[in-house]
């Protein structure tokens, strides 16, 4: 498995994480380019509650060994680019703690589930 992510909570309790200096959406357009070489998402990267679109931290699990392109994978990673694009990040630098407990919950329950 590999993570890619920008929350500093998951890079330093996971030794698999690429950390990814930017924002979620450059979280999201890395994830995009293994993707396009092969990976799958390992879940959705998108949380269910739309408020949480507004989270500035993103952690997102890929799978790699696959020889063609998953078109689940691809259609995923482009919807959650497409709705991030159109929204705001939260940068109120006070929740930043919260936000990242919250991407880091979030993480651990879907690598649990599967």
Not at 11 to 31: F, K, N, P, R
Not at 54 to 72: D, T
Not at 85 to 102: H, M, N, P, T, V
Request: contains cysteine; charged residues 20%; proline residues 3%.
């Amino acid at each position: 498995m590999l993570v890619l992510s920008n929350n500093p909570r998951v890079i330093s309790a996971y030794s698999c994480v690429e950390s990814v200096e930017g924002t979620a959406i450059q979280v999201l357009e890395a994830a995009q380019r293994y993707i396009y070489t092969g990976y799958t998402l390992y879940g959705h990267p998108l949380a269910g509650n739309a408020r949480l679109c507004r989270n500035p931290y993103r952690s997102v699990a890929l799978e790699e060994g696959h020889n063609e392109i998953c078109v689940r994978s691809v259609l995923w990673i482009e919807d959650a680019l497409d709705r991030l694009s159109r929204g705001e990040f939260d940068a109120d630098s006070s929740k930043s703690d919260d936000y990242s407990l919250i991407d880091f919950d979030l993480f651990l329950s879907m690598i649990h589930i599967h």
